[in-house]
């Protein structure tokens, strides 16, 4: 059976071109890039020319990148980083729709060390209480870290404008860019932000390697502590088959932006309305403009979202009913919860999201087959009746 592959926010297919690059470091140039011996050397070789290309991706210098083992990883170091650099101050700021990456480390933060977190709610359309944020700054806030766009719904936040505050109020600034990599476009030194995490495997490079970007001067404190690896700032032998499997990542994404912005906006925008159209009682959750153009996250009044992705699986297609981390829980997310999003459609809300490798055809193969879907789903459901919610 033929996969339709829409889930590319939960994790994205590795390109060919990626996996070219990489392929001569899984084999025959195996050697430790710290060794003293050439062989190694020209592993640490790639890596610099993968820094190298990290940085250009979010217009940075190659000494800002630290390689992680994942996005969680960068988020972790960035959280822990702040509060040692500044271990009198007891005070964080997030939203509620953060990602468990970094939203079960406050919680953490919180029971075991007496943290206090502002949690920053959004409104129906999951857009951020920019009053209620800058409100909440204070004396003790160590740092301020946001989300870029949101793995479930996308919609975005305004990061720049929320960076320009936290440097004028000289409060840290961290964003998790994990799902704004790869679809809009990224540059450090004109939002001014202090640090900033990346996921390897949101971009079509392989799982297992991530990226902090911490600014040059600020101080730093290594989350795992170990070898002189990167600068001394991150401990541990290079996942270097990765590093520069995302290195070639990070060239392909920065050339791929405007393609997300127009094929795969155009794909998602279709699929959007050919939905609404043609299933009734069916809502788009999230702003519909300062929102990723990969990402739809729809609700189908009256039915459950795992049932339709059951469903939907049987026909090859791929999607998600939140995030992976969270799905296989019967409760809605966090995030359409936080958004006060109906109970009725939070529980039957599903997410597609787009590559530049989907195509049209793809589109309507999901169409055709979500509508007998839904009719079934609700022809059993105990809150359908007559042609409308009960
Ligand atoms: C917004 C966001 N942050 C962090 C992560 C965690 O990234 P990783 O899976 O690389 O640990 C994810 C993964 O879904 C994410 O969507």
């Known amino acids: 059976m033929k996969i339709v592959y829409t889930d590319n926010n939960a994790t994205t297919k590795v ?37 190298q290309r990290v940085a250009d991706f979010i217009n940075a210098d190659p000494e800002e990148i630290i390689f992680t083992s994942c996005g969680t990883e960068s988020d972790n170091s960035a959280i822990f980083s702040a509060i040692r650099a500044f ?17 079960n480390l406050y919680k953490e933060l919180q029971k075991t060390e007496g943290y206090k977190v502002t949690f920053v709610p959004v409104d129906k359309k999951g857009l951020l209480d920019l009053d209620l944020l800058y409100n909440s700054i204070s004396e003790d806030t160590a740092i301020i870290s946001l989300m870029w766009a949101n793995n479930e719904t996308g919609v975005l936040f305004p990061i720049e404008k929320i960076a320009k505050q936290a440097n004028e109020k000289h409060i840290l600034f961290h964003t998790d860019a994990v799902q704004a990599a790869g679809k809009v476009p990224i540059d450090v030194k004109k939002i001014g932000v202090d640090m900033l995490s990346l996921s390897g495997h949101k971009i079509h490079a392989p799982k297992g390697v991530g990226v902090l970007y911490v600014k040059k001067g600020l101080k730093f404190s290594p989350f795992l502590v170990g070898g ?62 300062q929102r990723l153009p990969n990402t739809l996250s729809i609700g189908f009044d009256a039915v459950e979202g795992e049932s339709i992705l059951l469903m939907l699986d049987r026909e090859g297609i791929c999607a998600s009913s939140g995030s992976a981390c969270t799905s296989g829980s019967l409760e809605p997310s966090h995030v359409l919860m936080a958004m006060e999003v109906p109970f009725k459609s939070a ?25 007998p879907v839904i009719q079934k789903l609700r022809a059993m459901s105990p809150f359908w009746k007559d042609g409308k919610v009960i």
């Open 347 to 371: 529980h039957g809300s599903i997410r597609f999201s787009l590559s530049h490798y989907n195509t049209k055809e793809e589109m309507d193969h999901i169409v055709t087959a979500m509508v």
């Open 87 to 103: 271990p009198e101050k007891k005070h964080i700021i997030t939203s509620n729709v953060e990602h468990p990456a970094i939203n």
């Open 228 to 289: 002189h690896q990167e600068d001394g700032r991150r401990g541990g032998t290079e996942n270097s088959v990765s590093i520069i499997g995302l290195g070639k990542a990070c060239e392909l994404a920065k050339e791929n932006i405007p393609i997300i912005n127009s094929k795969v906006r155009e794909l998602r925008d279709y699929l959007q309305a050919q939905l609404l159209d043609k299933i009734i009682s069916s809502s788009v959750n999230g702003d519909l403009e």
């Open 15 to 51: 390109a060919d071109e990626v996996i070219e690059e990489m392929l001569p470091y899984f084999g025959e140039l195996y050697g430790n890039p710290s060794s003293m011996h050439t062989f190694g050397d020209q592993v640490q070789k790639k890596i610099k020319q993968a820094r």
